[in-house]
């Protein structure tokens, strides 16, 4: 009973939480401020009253429409709610009401962000990855006096080293890429950064896990996008989006993942 009501609290939170990524989703790439002023329909400019501003209950009750001017509210508003609060959820079945929990929350917000900026403008903003450097900080400086479960291990450079190992590798492959290929837009600097901390937040495995997660959803849904003739060879699909979907599915199945993956080299050898 307890886990339920616990359930539909976080479930709740991510629902709060997705509909401020929604205004930074807006606002970031506008470098408009995400704290003032208070949200107004992008329409017509009225202000949004307290009951414009639930999470997916306005939307369903205003019937996706702007109470003022009638304008169609996009789908994508209770959608990126939804999918906040979904994403939450999973987190909280996979690591209980933990500091755990809190640590990849945080990050998966921030991701959040990342996953639709890049997916519309291409860039992933600076403010972004420091603000999830920070909160990497923060969560390896708690792990040296509450060792956290997250790394794997017990050793303080651990997360450290995974930012090294994220950042670099993905530095060096743009690098060659480039000079490869000469051309700039291979691999963005913005994708090599948030590389960064998401190295703080996972460790030096699960980042090498995710790195490779990141490539082979991105080269999975790359080529059914060119064979569905929905992009075409030379379009540039950015990699922001996979790198998220790589870290998430890294965070929730990643301890599995690689026993599994030891254990089949023990069977081998
Ligand atoms: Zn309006």
């Given at each position: 009973?307890?886990e339920i009501?616990?359930?539909s609290?976080?479930?709740?939170?991510?629902?709060?939480?997705?509909?401020?990524?929604?205004?930074?989703?807006?606002?970031?790439?506008?470098?408009?401020?995400?704290?003032?002023?208070?949200?107004?329909?992008?329409?017509?400019?009225?202000?949004?009253?307290?009951?414009?501003?639930?999470?997916?209950?306005?939307?369903?009750?205003?019937?996706?429409?702007?109470?003022?001017?009638?304008?169609?509210v996009?789908?994508?508003?209770?959608?990126?709610?939804?999918?906040?609060?979904?994403?939450?959820?999973?987190?909280?079945?996979r690591?209980?009401?933990?500091?755990?929990?809190?640590?990849?929350?945080?990050?998966?917000?921030?991701?959040?962000?990342?996953?639709?900026?890049?997916?519309?403008?291409?860039?992933?903003?600076?403010?972004?990855?420091?603000?999830?450097?920070?909160?990497?900080?923060?969560?390896?400086?708690?792990?040296?006096?509450?060792?956290?479960?997250?790394?794997?291990?017990?050793?303080?450079?651990?997360?450290?080293?995974?930012?090294?190992?994220?950042?670099?590798?993905?530095?060096?492959?743009?690098?060659?890429?480039?000079?490869?290929?000469?051309?700039?837009?291979?691999m963005?600097?913005?994708?090599?950064?948030?590389?960064?901390?998401i190295?703080?937040?996972?460790?030096?495995?699960m980042?090498?896990?995710?790195?490779?997660?990141?490539?082979?959803?991105?080269?999975?849904?790359?080529?059914?996008?060119?064979?569905?003739?929905i992009k075409k060879?030379?379009?540039?699909?950015?990699?922001?989006?996979?790198?998220?979907?790589?870290?998430?599915?890294?965070?929730?199945?990643?301890?599995?993942?690689?026993?599994?993956?030891?254990?089949?080299?023990?069977?081998?050898?």
């Amino acid at each position: 009973m307890i886990e339920i009501i616990l359930s539909s609290y976080v479930f709740i939170l991510g629902l709060i939480v997705g509909s401020f990524l929604n205004v930074c989703i807006y606002r970031i790439p506008r470098k408009e401020s995400i704290i003032k002023p208070p949200s107004a329909c992008t329409t017509c400019g009225v202000r949004l009253k307290m009951i414009d501003l639930i999470p997916v209950f306005s939307y369903i009750f205003l019937k996706g429409k702007c109470r003022f001017c009638k304008e169609k509210v996009s789908i994508k508003y209770p959608c990126i709610e939804i999918l906040t609060g979904v994403i939450y959820l999973l987190l909280f079945y996979r690591f209980g009401l933990t500091t755990e929990l809190l640590a990849t929350a945080f990050l998966m917000s921030i991701l959040v962000i990342v996953f639709f900026i890049d997916l519309k403008h291409f860039i992933i903003p600076n403010e972004l990855v420091l603000a999830a450097i920070v909160g990497g900080i923060v969560t390896m400086i708690y792990n040296l006096f509450y060792p956290i479960q997250l790394y794997g291990d017990s050793i303080w450079w651990n997360p450290l080293m995974g930012m090294f190992v994220g950042f670099g590798f993905l530095f060096v492959v743009s690098l060659i890429v480039t000079l490869l290929y000469k051309t700039e837009d291979a691999m963005g600097m913005g994708d090599v950064k948030i590389f960064a901390p998401i190295g703080l937040f996972l460790g030096w495995r699960m980042t090498l896990l995710a790195l490779f997660s990141s490539f082979f959803i991105g080269a999975v849904i790359s080529v059914i996008l060119v064979v569905l003739r929905i992009k075409k060879r030379q379009d540039t699909i950015p990699f922001g989006p996979f790198i998220v979907a790589g870290t998430f599915i890294t965070m929730m199945y990643g301890k599995h993942i690689l026993s599994w993956y030891e254990g089949l080299f023990h069977s081998v050898f």
